[in-house]
Antibody, heavy 122, light 108 residues
Framework: QVELVESGGGVVQPGRSLRLSCAASGFTFSDHDMHWVRQAPGKGLEWVAVIYFDDSAKYYADSVKARFTVSRDNSKNTLYLQMNSLRVEDTAVYYC???????????????WGQGTTVTVSS | DIQLTQSPSFLSASVGDRVTITCRASQGISSYLAWYQQKPGKAPKLLIYATSTLQSGVPSRFSGSGSGTEFILTISSLQPDDFASYYCQQLNTYPLVAFGGGTKVEIK
């Protein structure tokens, strides 16, 4: 079945780094743009980053720009999020999500992982 | 940046009630709006895309409407499984997208 499984979360001190992974299965990974979305404790959803299906472009939320890097390995069906210079306010559950689109128009995110928790604390 | 404002942020309702949630955009987003449902401890689930198209498997009691800057999610008859948080998302500026602040629907 179609599935996304995140890993790599944990507790890290401010200023340190962490890399999240998202393993995809059950669909042609290389056909889809992929997103990272996070949710701080008790808060709403915040879009973090997107990478195009062919790795031709990447975009970031202002809150993580220059600190986070999204990447993918289509040969391994895996999405990554390298998080550097972590801050307390980066504490959240991080979800990877598959982009869903029509012929041209973006529709939303139709497949989500279960999430991985990142806690930034001294 | 386009901001999305959802109202109300909290809603208390009974089983069988008709519920409406509004999402207002700071500028026009055509019909590029999606709605998600999220239950505690779970990932969000896509309910509606392109303002009014139900995702496969979503019950017909859910519907979406609107255009431009004002959008509405309606649940025609609230069921026990519907108590959750709901988020709108704009995709007009894809690949840069944004979510609304959310609406929590609780049991009265």
């Amino acid at each position: 079945q179609v599935e996304l499984v995140e890993s790599g979360g944990g507790v890290v001190q401010p200023g340190r780094s962490l890399r999240l992974s998202c393993a995809a299965s059950g669909f042609t990974f290389s056909d889809h743009d992929m997103h990272w979305v996070r949710q701080a404790p008790g808060k709403g959803l915040e879009w973090v980053a997107v990478i195009y299906f062919d790795d031709s472009a990447k975009y970031y939320a202002d809150s993580v720009k220059a600190r986070f890097t999204v990447s993918r390995d289509n040969s391994k069906n895996t999405l990554y999020l390298q998080m550097n210079s972590l801050r307390v306010e980066d504490t959240a559950v991080y979800y990877c999500a598959r982009n869903y689109r029509g012929l041209i128009d973006p529709f939303g995110m139709d497949v989500w992982g279960q999430g991985t928790t990142v806690t930034v604390s001294s | 940046d386009i901001q999305l404002t959802q109202s109300p942020s909290f809603l208390s309702a009974s089983v069988g009630d008709r519920v409406t949630i509004t999402c207002r955009a700071s500028q026009g987003i055509s019909s590029y709006l999606a709605w998600y449902q999220q239950k505690p401890g779970k990932a969000p689930k896509l309910l509606i895309y392109a303002t009014s198209t139900l995702q496969s498997g979503v019950p017909s009691r859910f519907s979406g409407s609107g255009s431009g800057t004002e959008f509405i999610l309606t649940i025609s008859s609230l069921q026990p499984d519907d108590f959750a948080s709901y988020y709108c998302q704009q995709l007009n500026t894809y690949p840069l997208v944004a979510f609304g602040g959310g609406t929590k629907v609780e049991i009265k």
